[in-house]
């Protein structure tokens, strides 16, 4: 909502410099986007009569234009215009006028020829354009006088407001210059308008208004209206919509934006003549009526949208929408029903929406409009339009009256207000703050009983929609400032929080980089991974290519590498930390949410990864865990295993399965963890329970043993750990060598054990027989050979 | 008696010439034996001392022992300078150009969103803050029934929110904010409630240089006897100082949400005396906690909240939100 000062002054006497007064408006919630300063740069600009125009010898699209400043000394002038003749009085930018758009006026020569200043359009000088070409001046304006001082042109600020949906009033001038004033504490004044009408000719006989449907509508006024001359706007008038943004149209038109703009009423004129039957019909519409709109659109309408229709019920506007093209005002138009209605804001929100029509009229009608007001916009609407044409309007207000809400009248407490605002407020003090606003109080004891004003009534129905108003009007800024502790906790992160902390810096540490891809997949990209195709479907996506949302994080991390190799990055170690939604069981409330850790190292085989998830364990401290081999869906086939701790699968770690590297343009091998860290860190971890360190000598034993390929070495490690009992006090795979030295299908892996007592040295003897146990062990039980 | 102190004299000179010729630890061992060994001239005339009158042995031994002492001190100096000069050539070979060598491993590159995400998370912390999260894909009624928007409301039925195909059409959706994390938190647990909310939300936005579908914002709820808007704005200031310094400033300027009434915006002093807007806040409505199952008659507390990765944005002067999703590692490895 843009406000010209000029306008809110009109209303209540508004003092102060602009940047000063935006900062009010602001502090009351009306945030001011944009302070504009207009007519102050039109210093050179003087009023100038054309003396001869001549075509220009080289150019066809311009001509030459004498002109007399006001000096008598003629001035060739190139203009692109050509709609001045011999005599017309111009706007002429004199040499060195800086323009209000800040060109700078300098003689200079246009094809051969010199120009020596520039006459000015109406928008040029930052008014209404009104006529394409040059603005012609009045014939009594005096030649060589200041633009401005002739056009009357003061000084004006204009302040563009973002105005929230909870502030239907300040959607008008009148609005923003009560809620203003109040807090400026001058006094605000509401016009009403005196205009005559025509007492012997009754407004009742003319036409009917019926409310077939009330819910829909709760006031519907007309006012018949006879001998109107369609023409433009007086200039004032039209300057004025041009500056809050709306271009002039003609005089029936604009005062009807004018007044809406001023009072926040909107209102639709009828060619009564052309309303059949000369009724009015307010229903809501029958599904699958249609209607032609002023916008020359054939609309369909449903049972949930307001219609306006005629004496035959036939549709002939779009209740607080649009007007229907049947009833327009037209050359031929001789009288007009004028139209001023309060509709229910919901259905106006929902056909706007619906039919994308999100007028400045229906805008008004949805936050909620003021069914008081309509008397005073009437009165408004008709002292405008004669300023442009007489008009003849019949006695009476033609009205319907539907279901119109009444004003809440509401409770408000005074140690409330205090206890939310944190302020220490009198009773009466709340009240004189809530009474420029229009919200009038009546003490009951120490409490206050407040009725809400006709143009709040939408938004503000209980105690606190008040106490709000009274928190504006004291000020936000002058609210003391404090500064609550809690007594009964600690800040913390929790546990979980803790450990992805550790996670994510552990990784970075190890030579990971985070990566965000977007969560977003494209149909195809599951199944390109080897992953069940099954997820959660956006059902509006920005694109097709992100309407499935991710069931694992591999298909964005193969993006990710992809991507960089594609960009001559082909080694990228990276990890992602990120939610996953699996559509496991359909009749939950929700999809099943999880977090998971990604681990992609681009160009690293197998081995790599289990590397990572060594890390991640440690660093999680982990109990015992096992890696089972088997590839899950997406994984190297003989090259993966399942991650398995206190008996659960928590992930998985390998490779990627080349097929689906190669899927997703990744040609080197990728080695690959993944870790359901909302299945890993609701198991017991972190419990990093104390051992003794022995203070006494410890002992190394290497042991070979040659090993079939089908016996995984972590079996060898858990019957070497069984076997070596507490004496064991380190366990460490040292070399795997497979080739001639051993036989073919299996491959020999060295260990190193150390053997340590906590309480003693042990002897040569019970080393000796330990060793012997751990042999016996992986011998017997894995069929294995000791390598000599 | 002259005659033995010029031969103790001859045999210190010359024991002392040939310890200055030794020039590997190999040839002072043997020059020692020779020169101070039990064959040595000097310990042969030690060893004939007795055949001396008293003034003889007392003047010769003397001169003997002076002469041991000296040749004695003269080999463990010249140990030392042999050792000097062998280290000297051991660490020649030793020799390495360190600027010939790169690192196998560098260090990883933690992604500015999540920086940006802890040291939010700090500061709340530090002011006696938790931190609750909630999931991404929400139901309708934590979205927007819970938090008081009307049935009709625009961000409601209109195209902002991203809606997911579960359930009926209209119930489940990709939350738009963190506030359901609020509601969660509420009916979870008892006031007083001291939490923050940072997470991923969703919205319907193209991508641009400042717009991205997915993003991430920090909330904040407090629930307690007492809370008032004093206490919001204390809050933010206190935060706005821990954060950004103390030269920084807030103010509340009354704004409109539907789950706080009053509503605000608050808005950064920075020490150059310019604003920067940066969220929303303010009490929450009795309707949200009525819905969280905490009645507003008992309690009151105040809501706030504001994105994420625009910190990282100007603290990095990146100038286009999408290159943080990018993956591309020249962009994320000058973290």
């Given at each position: 909502?843009?406000?010209?000062?000029?306008?809110?002054?009109?209303?209540?006497?508004?003092?102060?410099?602009?940047?000063?007064?935006?900062?009010?408006?602001?502090?009351?919630?009306?945030?001011?986007?944009?302070?504009?300063?207009?007519?102050?740069?039109?210093?050179?600009?003087?009023?100038?009569?054309?003396?001869?125009?001549?075509?220009?010898?080289?150019?066809?699209?311009?001509?030459?234009?004498?002109?007399?400043?006001?000096?008598?000394?003629?001035?060739?002038?190139?203009?692109?215009?050509?709609?001045?003749?011999?005599?017309?009085?111009?706007?002429?930018?004199?040499?060195?006028?800086?323009?209000?758009?800040?060109?700078?006026?300098?003689?200079?020569?246009?094809?051969?020829?010199?120009?020596?200043?520039?006459?000015?359009?109406?928008?040029?000088?930052?008014?209404?354009?009104?006529?394409?070409?040059?603005?012609?001046?009045?014939?009594?304006?005096?030649?060589?006088?200041?633009?401005?001082?002739?056009?009357?042109?003061?000084?004006?600020?204009?302040?563009?407001?973002?105005?929230?949906?909870?502030?239907?009033?300040?959607?008008?001038?009148?609005?923003?210059?009560?809620?203003?004033?109040?807090?400026?504490?001058?006094?605000?004044?509401?016009?009403?308008?005196?205009?005559?009408?025509?007492?012997?000719?009754?407004?009742?006989?003319?036409?009917?208004?019926?409310?077939?449907?009330?819910?829909?509508?709760?006031?519907?006024?007309?006012?018949?209206?006879?001998?109107?001359?369609?023409?433009?706007?007086?200039?004032?008038?039209?300057?004025?919509?041009?500056?809050?943004?709306?271009?002039?149209?003609?005089?029936?038109?604009?005062?009807?934006?004018?007044?809406?703009?001023?009072?926040?009423?909107?209102?639709?004129?009828?060619?009564?003549?052309?309303?059949?039957?000369?009724?009015?019909?307010?229903?809501?519409?029958?599904?699958?009526?249609?209607?032609?709109?002023?916008?020359?659109?054939?609309?369909?309408?449903?049972?949930?949208?307001?219609?306006?229709?005629?004496?035959?019920?036939?549709?002939?506007?779009?209740?607080?929408?649009?007007?229907?093209?049947?009833?327009?005002?037209?050359?031929?138009?001789?009288?007009?029903?004028?139209?001023?209605?309060?509709?229910?804001?919901?259905?106006?929100?929902?056909?706007?929406?619906?039919?994308?029509?999100?007028?400045?009229?229906?805008?008004?009608?949805?936050?909620?409009?003021?069914?008081e007001v309509i008397g005073v916009a009437m009165r408004r609407f008709v002292q405008l339009l004669r300023e442009s044409t007489p008009v003849r309007m019949a006695a009476g207000d033609i009205v319907g009256e539907g279901n119109l809400p009444t004003?809440?009248?509401?409770?408000?407490?005074?140690?409330?207000?205090?206890?939310?605002?944190?302020?220490?407020?009198?009773?009466?003090?709340?009240?004189?703050?809530?009474?420029?606003?229009?919200?009038?109080?009546?003490?009951?004891?120490?409490?206050?009983?407040?009725?809400?004003?006709?143009?709040?009534?939408?938004?503000?129905?209980?105690?606190?929609?008040?106490?709000?108003?009274?928190?504006?009007?004291?000020?936000?800024?002058?609210?003391?400032?404090?500064?609550?502790?809690?007594?009964?906790?600690?800040?913390?992160?929790?546990?979980?929080?803790?450990?992805?902390?550790?996670?994510?810096?552990?990784?970075?540490?190890?030579?990971?980089?985070?990566?965000?891809?977007?969560?977003?997949?494209?149909?195809?990209?599951?199944?390109?991974?080897?992953?069940?195709?099954?997820?959660?479907?956006?059902?509006?996506?920005?694109?097709?290519?992100?309407?499935?949302?991710?069931?694992?994080?591999?298909?964005?991390?193969?993006?990710?590498?992809?991507?960089?190799?594609?960009?001559?990055?082909?080694?990228?170690?990276?990890?992602?930390?990120?939610?996953?939604?699996?559509?496991?069981?359909?009749?939950?409330?929700?999809?099943?949410?999880?977090?998971?850790?990604?681990?992609?190292?681009?160009?690293?085989?197998?081995?790599?990864?289990?590397?990572?998830?060594?890390?991640?364990?440690?660093?999680?401290?982990?109990?015992?865990?096992?890696?089972?081999?088997?590839?899950?869906?997406?994984?190297?086939?003989?090259?993966?295993?399942?991650?398995?701790?206190?008996?659960?699968?928590?992930?998985?770690?390998?490779?990627?399965?080349?097929?689906?590297?190669?899927?997703?343009?990744?040609?080197?091998?990728?080695?690959?963890?993944?870790?359901?860290?909302?299945?890993?860190?609701?198991?017991?971890?972190?419990?990093?329970?104390?051992?003794?360190?022995?203070?006494?000598?410890?002992?190394?034993?290497?042991?070979?043993?040659?090993?079939?390929?089908?016996?995984?070495?972590?079996?060898?490690?858990?019957?070497?750990?069984?076997?070596?009992?507490?004496?064991?006090?380190?366990?460490?795979?040292?070399?795997?060598?497979?080739?001639?030295?051993?036989?073919?299908?299996?491959?020999?892996?060295?260990?190193?054990?150390?053997?340590?007592?906590?309480?003693?040295?042990?002897?040569?003897?019970?080393?000796?027989?330990?060793?012997?146990?751990?042999?016996?062990?992986?011998?017997?039980?894995?069929?294995?050979?000791?390598?000599? | 008696?002259?005659?033995?102190?010029?031969?103790?004299?001859?045999?210190?000179?010359?024991?002392?010439?040939?310890?200055?010729?030794?020039?590997?630890?190999?040839?002072?061992?043997?020059?020692?034996?020779?020169?101070?060994?039990k064959r040595s001239m000097i310990v042969e005339l030690r060893k004939a001392l007795g055949g001396l009158d008293a003034e003889g042995r007392r003047s010769v031994g003397q001169a003997v022992n002076t002469a041991m002492t000296e040749v004695g001190?003269?080999?463990?100096?010249?140990?030392?300078?042999?050792?000097?000069?062998?280290?000297?050539?051991?660490?020649?070979?030793?020799?390495?150009?360190?600027?010939?060598?790169?690192?196998?491993?560098?260090?990883?590159?933690?992604?500015?969103?999540?920086?940006?995400?802890?040291?939010?998370?700090?500061?709340?912390?530090?002011?006696?803050?938790?931190?609750?999260?909630?999931?991404?894909?929400?139901?309708?009624?934590?979205?927007?029934?819970?938090?008081?928007?009307?049935?009709?409301?625009?961000?409601?039925?209109?195209?902002?929110?991203?809606?997911?195909?579960?359930?009926?059409?209209?119930?489940?959706?990709?939350?738009?904010?963190?506030?359901?994390?609020?509601?969660?938190?509420?009916?979870?647990?008892?006031?007083?409630?001291?939490?923050?909310?940072?997470?991923?939300?969703?919205?319907?936005?193209?991508?641009?240089?400042?717009?991205?579908?997915?993003?991430?914002?920090?909330?904040?709820?407090?629930?307690?006897?007492?809370?008032?808007?004093?206490?919001?704005?204390?809050?933010?200031?206190?935060?706005?100082?821990?954060?950004?310094?103390?030269?920084?400033?807030?103010?509340?300027?009354?704004?409109?949400?539907?789950?706080?009434?009053?509503?605000?915006?608050?808005?950064?002093?920075?020490?150059?005396?310019?604003?920067?807007?940066?969220?929303?806040?303010?009490?929450?409505?009795?309707?949200?906690?009525?819905?969280?199952?905490?009645?507003?008659?008992?309690?009151?507390?105040?809501?706030?909240?504001?994105?994420?990765?625009?910190?990282?944005?100007?603290?990095?002067?990146?100038?286009?939100?999408?290159?943080?999703?990018?993956?591309?590692?020249?962009?994320?490895?000058?973290?």
């Amino acid at each position: 909502m843009k406000v010209l000062l000029s306008w809110l002054r009109e209303f209540a006497p508004i003092e102060g410099d602009p940047h000063w007064l935006a900062d009010q408006l602001s502090a009351l919630g009306l945030a001011v986007e944009g302070v504009e300063l207009l007519g102050a740069n039109l210093e050179g600009i003087v009023v100038a009569r054309v003396l001869a125009t001549r075509p220009h010898p080289k150019a066809d699209r311009i001509q030459l234009v004498d002109v007399d400043p006001g000096d008598g000394e003629p001035l060739q002038v190139c203009c692109g215009a050509f709609n001045m003749a011999p005599g017309d009085l111009v706007p002429f930018a004199t040499l060195g006028t800086t323009m209000p758009n800040g060109m700078l006026i300098e003689r200079r020569k246009l094809r051969g020829e010199w120009s020596n200043g520039m006459l000015c359009a109406a928008r040029e000088v930052g008014l209404a354009d009104l006529v394409d070409g040059i603005l012609i001046l009045p014939a009594d304006f005096e030649v060589g006088a200041d633009f401005r001082t002739a056009m009357g042109i003061e000084t004006d600020v204009l302040f563009d407001l973002d105005v929230t949906g909870n502030r239907p009033d300040a959607l008008s001038i009148a609005g923003v210059a009560r809620d203003l004033a109040a807090w400026l504490g001058v006094p605000f004044a509401m016009p009403d308008p005196v205009v005559e009408s025509d007492a012997s000719w009754p407004a009742a006989g003319e036409a009917t208004v019926d409310i077939v449907h009330g819910d829909l509508c709760g006031r519907f006024v007309a006012r018949v209206l006879r001998d109107i001359t369609v023409g433009p706007s007086p200039r004032w008038l039209a300057n004025r919509l041009t500056a809050l943004g709306m271009r002039p149209i003609n005089n029936v038109v604009d005062v009807s934006n004018y007044v809406m703009l001023e009072l926040g009423q909107p209102s639709h004129t009828f060619d009564l003549g052309r309303v059949a039957g000369r009724r009015i019909r307010v229903r809501w519409a029958r599904d699958g009526e249609t209607v032609a709109t002023l916008d020359g659109q054939q609309r369909s309408l449903t049972g949930r949208d307001g219609a306006i229709c005629d004496g035959e019920d036939a549709v002939i506007g779009i209740a607080g929408v649009m007007g229907g093209a049947s009833t327009e005002i037209s050359d031929t138009t001789t009288e007009i029903l004028l139209e001023m209605a309060w509709w229910d804001p919901m259905s106006i929100a929902r056909t706007a929406r619906r039919l994308g029509l999100r007028s400045e009229a229906a805008t008004r009608f949805e936050r909620g409009s003021d069914p008081e007001v309509i008397g005073v916009a009437m009165r408004r609407f008709v002292q405008l339009l004669r300023e442009s044409t007489p008009v003849r309007m019949a006695a009476g207000d033609i009205v319907g009256e539907g279901n119109l809400p009444t004003p809440a009248m509401v409770t408000v407490r005074t140690d409330r207000v205090n206890a939310m605002l944190g302020v220490d407020l009198e009773r009466d003090a709340i009240a004189v703050l809530l009474a420029p606003i229009g919200f009038t109080s009546r003490a009951v004891g120490e409490d206050l009983e407040v009725q809400v004003p006709s143009f709040r009534m939408v938004d503000t129905s209980t105690e606190i929609d008040v106490i709000e108003e009274v928190g504006r009007h004291f000020g936000f800024e002058r609210i003391p400032k404090r500064v609550p502790r809690p007594t009964a906790q600690a800040g913390a992160l929790s546990e979980v929080q803790q450990d992805r902390r550790r996670l994510r810096h552990a990784l970075v540490g190890f030579g990971l980089t985070e990566v965000m891809p977007l969560p977003f997949l494209a149909p195809g990209d599951l199944a390109r991974a080897g992953l069940d195709a099954d997820a959660v479907r956006v059902t509006n996506p920005l694109v097709e290519a992100e309407s499935v949302m991710r069931t694992s994080l591999l298909p964005g991390v193969l993006k990710t590498l992809a991507f960089n190799a594609s960009h001559r990055n082909p080694d990228l170690s990276c990890f992602e930390i990120g939610h996953v939604f699996l559509p496991t069981d359909r009749s939950a409330s929700l999809p099943d949410e999880r977090e998971q850790l990604g681990v992609a190292l681009s160009g690293a085989e197998a081995p790599a990864a289990t590397e990572v998830w060594q890390v991640v364990a440690d660093v999680l401290g982990l109990g015992e865990w096992v890696l089972q081999a088997d590839a899950p869906a997406g994984m190297h086939p003989t090259r993966s295993a399942r991650i398995v701790l206190g008996g659960r699968v928590v992930g998985a770690v390998g490779e990627v399965d080349p097929r689906v590297a190669s899927g997703y343009s990744v040609e080197r091998r990728v080695a690959w963890l993944q870790v359901d860290l909302t299945a890993l860190l609701a198991l017991p971890h972190g419990i990093r329970a104390y051992r003794r360190v022995s203070r006494y000598p410890s002992s190394d034993v290497d042991l070979a043993f040659v090993v079939a390929e089908n016996v995984p070495a972590a079996a060898v490690s858990s019957a070497l750990r069984t076997a070596g009992g507490d004496l064991l006090v380190d366990l460490h795979l040292f070399d795997v060598y497979r080739g001639d030295r051993v036989e073919p299908g299996s491959r020999s892996l060295a260990y190193r054990l150390r053997f340590q007592a906590a309480d003693r040295t042990l002897t040569d003897a019970e080393v000796s027989a330990v060793r012997l146990g751990c042999i016996g062990a992986v011998i017997g039980g894995l069929g294995a050979v000791l390598r000599g | 008696m002259t005659t033995e102190l010029d031969a103790v004299e001859r045999a210190r000179v010359e024991a002392l010439a040939k310890v200055a010729t030794a020039a590997t630890f190999e040839e002072l061992a043997t020059v020692e034996t020779e020169v101070l060994g039990k064959r040595s001239m000097i310990v042969e005339l030690r060893k004939a001392l007795g055949g001396l009158d008293a003034e003889g042995r007392r003047s010769v031994g003397q001169a003997v022992n002076t002469a041991m002492t000296e040749v004695g001190d003269a080999v463990a100096a010249r140990r030392v300078a042999i050792e000097s000069v062998d280290r000297a050539a051991r660490l020649e070979t030793e020799r390495l150009d360190l600027s010939e060598f790169s690192p196998r491993r560098r260090r990883g590159h933690l992604h500015p969103f999540t920086a940006a995400w802890e040291r939010l998370e700090d500061v709340f912390v530090g002011m006696g803050f938790q931190v609750a999260e909630g999931p991404e894909i929400e139901t309708e009624w934590f979205n927007f029934g819970a938090l008081n928007f009307p049935a009709g409301h625009p961000a409601r039925e209109s195209q902002d929110s991203l809606w997911v195909d579960w359930g009926d059409p209209g119930a489940t959706l990709l939350r738009t904010h963190t506030s359901p994390v609020q509601v969660r938190t509420m009916l979870a647990h008892e006031p007083p409630i001291y939490v923050v909310c940072p997470g991923r939300v969703y919205r319907q936005d193209t991508p641009d240089a400042t717009h991205m579908p997915v993003f991430h914002q920090i909330e904040g709820l407090v629930i307690d006897k007492g809370i008032s808007l004093g206490d919001l704005a204390g809050t933010l200031d206190s935060f706005v100082k821990a954060f950004f310094g103390g030269a920084f400033s807030s103010r509340l300027r009354p704004s409109y949400f539907p789950f706080t009434e009053p509503s605000a915006e608050f808005d950064v002093r920075r020490p150059d005396g310019s604003w920067l807007e940066l969220g929303g806040c303010g009490m929450v409505h009795p309707n949200v906690l009525r819905a969280g199952g905490i009645d507003p008659e008992q309690w009151s507390g105040f809501a706030f909240g504001f994105g994420i990765d625009r910190f990282a944005l100007t603290r990095h002067g990146v100038d286009d939100l999408r290159e943080f999703w990018s993956g591309d590692v020249r962009f994320l490895s000058q973290f």
